[in-house]
């Protein structure tokens, strides 16, 4: 139900809600959440200083296997009606566009909860790793403890 894609190129946000949208009239709500290429670095938390440039890595099968099943995930806690992941990885310039998560739902609250959910799982389960360049050298971007913590409210148990 939720499509997941993991790409070089660039993506339509309109496109990609047409796409999910396309002859449906049981669909309440659309969630969206685009991720941006921000032009300062991140590695060392001395926001501010710019970046020229973010190179995305991954095992691409790996990561395909990661980002299913956290939809899959999504999918059982959420009544959704359909849903798109899409992930870029490759160099990205300040500005691009890294990720999209697009979800569909009958009600807002499991569009909105389910966007975020799946939002705060690519950020710390997803098997990308992120390389900033700029006028320091390049510098590999590590886990962020906020990003935990906001994935673990969705911890069951």
């Known amino acids: 139900m939720i499509e997941v894609r993991i790409q070089p190129h660039d993506f339509n946000v309109a496109a990609e809600l047409d796409r999910l949208r396309d002859k449906r009239t049981d669909i309440g709500a659309l969630v969206t959440f685009t991720g941006l290429v921000r032009d300062m670095l991140m590695h060392d938390r001395t926001d501010g200083q710019p970046i020229t440039a973010m190179t995305l890595e991954h095992y691409p099968a790996m990561a395909q296997r990661q980002l299913e099943a956290i939809a899959r995930e999504a999918e059982t806690r959420w009544p959704l009606l359909g849903g798109t992941i899409i992930h870029r990885h490759g160099r990205l310039m300040p500005g691009d566009q890294i990720v999209l998560v697009a979800i569909a739902s009958a009600h807002r609250h499991a569009a909105f ?16 790793w992120k390389k900033e360049e700029g006028d320091t050298g390049t510098h590999w971007v590590a886990a962020r403890a906020e990003d935990d913590a906001a994935a673990e409210r969705w911890s069951r148990g």
């Open 113 to 128: 909860e389910a966007a975020m959910f799946l939002m705060d799982w690519l950020k710390t389960k997803a098997p990308f």
